[in-house]
């Protein structure tokens, strides 16, 4: 089957502009992740969905950052504006449902560059 | 809040040695427990698991099992080989109604031929 897809794989901004990601996540998954890596530390999340509901986002910037799966398939991650310190990869990661022991899929990623 | 310790890399080891990468966690509630893998140029994918006390999680010769009492998920292969080397991250199942991983920093494996 098809791993989770992420584009694009690389994007070079200014601070203060905008930039957005996009993911898709293995199909039939339900659930879906939007992590944060920042160079030389594990991953952080961001956000999770349910479907097209938001499960737990009490990590994300809201002032700045921004998500959506409207149709409970695919999903963005948008940054508005960006800060030198949003540098870092994002991680779309999905899994078939809910539950302590699921296992979450991760896609590659999108390196972002703030300069 | 919840966290996950491990050892500082990199590790470098020669073909056929023995690996232990240490990883400790939080002891909020019961949480699953999990080790991925990042192989240089690729994505993050697991490698092993075990949700409850005493499991045993193995895959490609790796091992770990989950220690309640050390609150310890330590990651042993008996011998490793060059292909093992990569950065090696293990994970907790957040819990509080939400299901996200918190990992550790990750620990970079060398194995020198």
């Known amino acids: 089957e098809a791993g989770v897809a992420q584009s694009p794989r690389y994007k070079i901004i200014e601070k203060r502009q905008s930039v957005a990601f996009w993911c898709n996540p293995i199909s039939g998954h339900a659930t879906l992740y939007w992590y944060q890596q920042i160079l030389g530390q594990g991953p952080k999340l961001l956000i999770q969905f349910q479907n097209n509901g938001v499960v737990d986002d009490s990590q994300l910037p809201k002032d700045r950052f921004s998500a959506e799966r409207l149709k409970g398939v695919d999903s963005t991650l948008k940054i508005q504006p960006a800060k030198l310190e949003d540098s870092a990869v994002y991680l779309c990661?999905?899994?078939?449902?809910?539950?302590?022991?699921?296992?979450?899929?991760f896609g590659p990623g999108t390196r972002l560059l703030v300069l | 809040g919840d966290s996950v310790t491990q050892m500082e890399g990199p590790v470098t080891l020669s073909e056929e040695a023995f690996l232990t990468i240490n990883c400790t966690y939080t002891?909020?509630?019961?949480?699953?427990l999990f080790w991925y893998v990042q192989y240089p140029g690729e994505g993050l994918q697991l490698l092993l698991k075990a949700t409850k006390a005493d499991d045993k999680g193995s895959n490609k010769g790796f091992e770990a099992t989950y220690r309640k009492e050390t609150t310890s998920f330590h990651l042993e292969k008996g011998s490793v080989q060059v292909s093992d080397s990569a950065v090696y991250f293990c994970?907790?199942?957040?819990?509080?109604?939400?299901?996200?991983?918190?990992f550790g920093k990750g620990t970079h494996l060398i194995i020198q031929p």
């Open positions: 990661a999905s899994s078939r449902d809910r539950g302590r022991g699921e296992t979450q899929y």
């Open positions: 002891a909020t509630g019961y949480p699953s």
């Open positions: 994970a907790r199942h957040s819990g509080g109604g939400a299901d996200g991983l918190t």
